[in-house]
């Protein structure tokens, strides 16, 4: 499903207004999810799972082509942890 599609049955199961107004919603979301996460804060949604930004240390990796060692730095990385609703929803 893209990003359309989703707009789309958001938009016949919440009964909206519009679609237009659908995916207002939609993006708002989206963005608030990610200026909480720059700032370091994490977004819980009971059921569904936590959205949280995670460091990942800097470490060294191989190049595949070369076998060359490099060095692959430290990065903030968003991560998703599933909520135990959205793991039973799935399961059955």
Same mark, same amino acid.
């Given at each position: 499903?893209?990003?359309?599609?989703?707009?789309?049955?958001?938009? /016949? =199961?919440?009964? *909206?207004?519009?679609?237009?107004?659908?995916?207002?919603?939609?993006?708002?979301? !989206?963005?608030? %999810? $990610?200026?909480?996460?720059?700032?370091?804060?994490?977004?819980?949604?009971?059921?569904?799972?936590?959205?949280?930004? /995670? =460091?990942?240390? *800097?470490?060294?990796?191989?190049?595949?082509?070369?076998?060359?060692?490099?060095? !692959?730095?430290? %990065? $903030?990385?968003?991560?998703?942890?599933?909520?135990?609703?959205?793991?039973?929803?799935?399961?059955?």
């Amino acid at each position: 499903m893209n990003k359309k599609e989703l707009v789309e049955a958001m938009y /016949k =199961k919440a009964d *909206a207004n519009s679609k237009a107004e659908t995916k207002r919603v939609l993006d708002a979301f !989206i963005e608030t %999810v $990610k200026s909480t996460l720059k700032k370091g804060d994490q977004v819980s949604i009971s059921g569904f799972g936590t959205f949280q930004a /995670k =460091k990942r240390k *800097a470490r060294t990796g191989v190049n595949p082509q070369t076998g060359e060692k490099m060095q !692959i730095p430290a %990065v $903030k990385v968003a991560k998703f942890k599933v909520g135990s609703g959205l793991k039973r929803a799935v399961r059955k």
